[in-house]
């Protein structure tokens, strides 16, 4: 795929988001995710200051020795933990290629504390990690909340529809946070494209809010070209995960990214993504199916997809593949 710098990803101010300009923006946001999958967005609400304390904190985490940083190894059962890709032996299939901390937090509790082993995986070191993650997280949650209402509503659906779809039965969704640190490799500008993140579209993730820091390094696939993403301050990057196309039923669109590395730069980004529960049953809405347009996809558990993604291994658009009908039955 070539790479096309000329065209540039929607941004979205969404200071009107509460008053009389919700429809307006509703209908921006929707249109971004159908052409696009992804929009960057500017007055969401998340503050500064706790965007500002997560990534020092994050930064300070990633500083910290290898031997330190590996007492929170990844866990494969969960995927919670540190994962180093150069220290390969507990990122099994899901191998990527930057250094990354992630864990899962339950909805109704913000405060991770899900069990022993959980604990175990959030790191400590430096003191200021869990505090700040815990603030960052609750604020990034709110935000995650209202882009789906203000997308359902402008699908012409109740305000909670897409949440509602997304527990598929089994309960509120989960939150997971991931933040990264992409490490500078001294290789061509061409053989960096996609070493940092190979394409992939957001196989366990509804929506997912990325934030960064002022290096670039996402790029989008539209219409057969890579296109680079802009850094814009204080921005998100948010973008539709498989689920969200599944439950929309293709009206959304999950779009493959991928990010690359520099060669002297060391880039930071973190997302927060809302998960289904292993038992949910993810299919199109009722409401978004009809004679023109009948059921893309079948209803598949979270459960599968992520036995898909385990199996079949990270990258691709393997995973929203597995969810399409092969025969599209007559209405
Ligand atoms: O770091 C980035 O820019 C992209 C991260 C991403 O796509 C992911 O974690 O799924
Ligand atoms: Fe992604």
Same mark, same amino acid.
């Given at each position: 795929?070539?790479?096309?710098?000329?065209?540039?990803?929607?941004?979205?101010?969404?200071?009107?988001?509460?008053? +009389?300009?919700?429809?307006?923006?509703?209908?921006?946001?929707?249109?971004?995710?159908?052409?696009?999958?992804?929009?960057?967005?500017?007055?969401?609400?998340?503050?500064?200051?706790?965007?500002?304390?997560?990534?020092?904190?994050?930064?300070?985490?990633?500083?910290?020795?290898?031997?330190?940083?590996?007492?929170?190894?990844?866990?494969?059962?969960?995927?919670?933990?540190?994962?180093?890709?150069?220290?390969?032996?507990?990122?099994?299939?899901?191998?990527?290629?930057?250094?990354?901390?992630?864990?899962?937090?339950?909805?109704?509790?913000?405060?991770?504390?899900?069990?022993?082993?959980?604990?175990?995986?959030? +790191?400590?070191?430096?003191?200021?990690?869990?505090?700040?993650?815990?603030?960052?997280?609750?604020?990034?949650?709110?935000?995650?909340?209202?882009?789906?209402?203000?997308?359902?509503?402008?699908?012409?659906?109740?305000?909670?529809?897409?949440?509602?779809?997304?527990?598929?039965?089994?309960?509120?969704?989960?939150?997971?946070?991931?933040?990264?640190?992409?490490?500078?490799?001294?290789?061509?500008?061409?053989?960096?494209?996609?070493?940092?993140? +190979?394409?992939?579209?957001?196989?366990?993730?509804?929506?997912?809010?990325?934030?960064?820091?002022?290096?670039?390094?996402?790029?989008?696939?539209?219409?057969?070209?890579?296109?680079? =993403?802009?850094?814009?301050?204080?921005?998100?990057?948010?973008?539709?995960?498989?689920?969200?196309?599944?439950?929309?039923?293709?009206?959304?669109?999950?779009?493959?990214?991928?990010?690359?590395?520099?060669?002297?730069?060391?880039?930071?980004?973190?997302? =927060?993504?809302?998960?289904?529960?292993?038992?949910?049953?993810?299919?199109?809405?009722?409401?978004?199916?009809?004679?023109?347009?009948?059921?893309?996809?079948?209803?598949?558990?979270?459960?599968?997809?992520?036995?898909?993604?385990?199996?079949?291994?990270?990258?691709?658009?393997?995973?929203?593949?597995?969810?399409?009908?092969?025969?599209?039955?007559?209405?």
């Amino acid at each position: 795929m070539a790479c096309d710098n000329s065209r540039k990803l929607p941004l979205i101010d969404l200071s009107g988001l509460e008053g +009389p300009e919700r429809g307006r923006i509703g209908k921006q946001i929707l249109e971004a995710c159908e052409t696009w999958g992804f929009f960057q967005c500017i007055n969401h609400g998340v503050d500064k200051s706790t965007q500002n304390a997560v990534r020092e904190a994050c930064l300070e985490f990633f500083k910290l020795s290898l031997e330190e940083k590996r007492k929170w190894t990844t866990s494969l059962a969960t995927f919670e933990g540190y994962s180093n890709p150069k220290h390969k032996e507990n990122t099994g299939k899901l191998a990527k290629t930057q250094e990354g901390v992630q864990f899962l937090f339950n909805l109704r509790d913000p405060n991770p504390v899900v069990n022993e082993d959980h604990e175990r995986l959030y +790191p400590s070191n430096p003191p200021t990690y869990k505090p700040a993650v815990r603030a960052y997280f609750k604020e990034s949650i709110a935000l995650e909340k209202k882009l789906l209402a203000v997308l359902s509503e402008a699908l012409g659906l109740e305000a909670d529809a897409l949440m509602k779809g997304l527990e598929g039965g089994a309960g509120e969704a989960k939150f997971a946070f991931r933040s990264s640190l992409y490490i500078p490799e001294s290789r061509t500008e061409d053989e960096l494209a996609g070493i940092g993140l +190979p394409p992939h579209t957001d196989t366990p993730s509804m929506l997912t809010l990325l934030f960064s820091d002022d290096v670039p390094g996402l790029e989008i696939e539209k219409d057969n070209e890579w296109v680079k =993403v802009d850094h814009v301050p204080d921005s998100y990057i948010v973008n539709v995960g498989d689920p969200l196309e599944v439950l929309t039923n293709g009206r959304l669109k999950s779009v493959e990214h991928r990010a690359y590395a520099h060669t002297t730069k060391e880039r930071f980004s973190c997302i =927060v993504i809302t998960i289904a529960q292993e038992e949910a049953k993810l299919g199109p809405l009722p409401q978004l199916i009809d004679a023109a347009r009948p059921a893309l996809y079948e209803t598949r558990t979270m459960a599968e997809f992520m036995a898909r993604l385990t199996t079949v291994g990270y990258g691709g658009k393997s995973t929203i593949n597995f969810a399409k009908r092969t025969a599209v039955p007559v209405a």
